[in-house]
C-alpha cells in the first residue's frame, strides 16, 4: 500500500519546543497567580490556559494539517458550551431577588 | 532514530473501506467527534463551576486554600510531559520503530500513574480533614457555611478526570501490548494516533482545571 503518503511526520524538534512553550506557559500561570489583578485574575489564567490548549490542539493533536472536520467537532463543542455558559449568565445576572411578603 | 527494515504491515483495512487512509480518516474523524462530548460533558461542569463561582466567591476563595498549588503544578508538568512522550510514541510508529515505541507508551503510562499517585495522596489528605463530597463533609472549622459546595465540585471536576486518566493508561497499555507484538508501522498506527488523542484531550482538561482549581 503506497497511498498513505498523507501521514506526514512531523519533526520531533517540533515537538519538543512546543513541549518547552508549555512548560514556560505553566511556570507564567504560576507567577501571574502570585500578583493580584482583581476581577483580571481569571480572565488572565483562563487566557494562558487557552494558549496552551491551543499548542497541544495545534500540534499534538495535529489539527494545523489534520482535515477540516475534525476542526468542526472541536469548533462545534466550544459553539456549544459557549451558549451553554452565554445563556446560563444571562439567566444568573438578570434574576431579581424576590422578597416573599408572606 | 534508527528504522526497523524488519517491519512490514500486516494489517488488513476492513472490506468497507476503499484503503487504509480511507480506514484511517474515518477512525479519527470518529475519535474527534468522541472528543467533541467529551469537551461537552467537561465543558457542562465547568460552566456550572464559573457561574457558581461567580455567585459565591467567598465560598470558592476560602476552598482554594485547602489546595497546594505545588502540587497541582507537579500534576500539571507531570501531564504535559506524557502528553510529549505519548505523541513522541506515535512519532515511532509513524517511523517503523517499535521499540522506542514501546518505551514512548511506557514512559506515559509512569507519568499517569505519578499523577495519579499525587491525587491520591491530595484525596487522602482532604478525607482526612473531612473534606469529603456532597452531604458526608463533615469538617467544621470553615467560615463560609457551605464550603461543602466549593468540595462537591473539586471532587466532581478532578474526579471525574482522574477516572478519564485512569481509562487513558488501560488504554495505552492495550496499544503498548499491541506495539509489542509489531502491529504498527508507518502504514498501519490508528488505535495508538486515537488513543494518543484522548490522552492529548485528558491533558487539554488539566490544563483548564489546575488554574481554576488551585490558583484563582
Known sequence: MSESHEHQVIPAK?????????????????V???????AANTIIALFIATIKAAFVFAVFMNLRNDSKLHWMCLGSAVFF????????????????EHVNTL | MSTDSKVVNTHKHAHHFKDGQHEFQSSMLGVWLFLATEILMFGGLIVAYIIYNS???????EGAKFLDWRLGATNTIVLLLSSWTMVMGVRSAQTNNNKLCVKYLLATIVFGAIFMGIKYYEYTHKFHLGLYPGELFSFTGGEASNLALYFSFYFCLTGMHGLHVIIGILLIIWVLLRAKKNEFNSEYYTPVEGVGLFW?????????LFPMLYLI
Open chain 1, 14 to 30: 517540533t515537538y519538543f519546543n512546543v513541549l518547552l512553550t508549555l512548560l514556560v506557559l505553566t511556570i507564567l500561570t504560576v
Open chain 2, 200 to 208: 492529548h484531550l485528558v491533558d487539554v482538561i488539566w490544563i483548564y
Open chain 1, 32 to 38: 501571574a497567580a502570585q500578583f493580584d489583578f482583581g
Open chain 1, 81 to 96: 458550551l459557549l451558549l451553554l455558559y452565554g445563556l446560563a449568565a444571562i439567566d444568573i445576572i438578570t434574576r431579581v
Open chain 2, 55 to 61: 455567585m459565591y466567591p467567598e465560598v470558592f476563595a
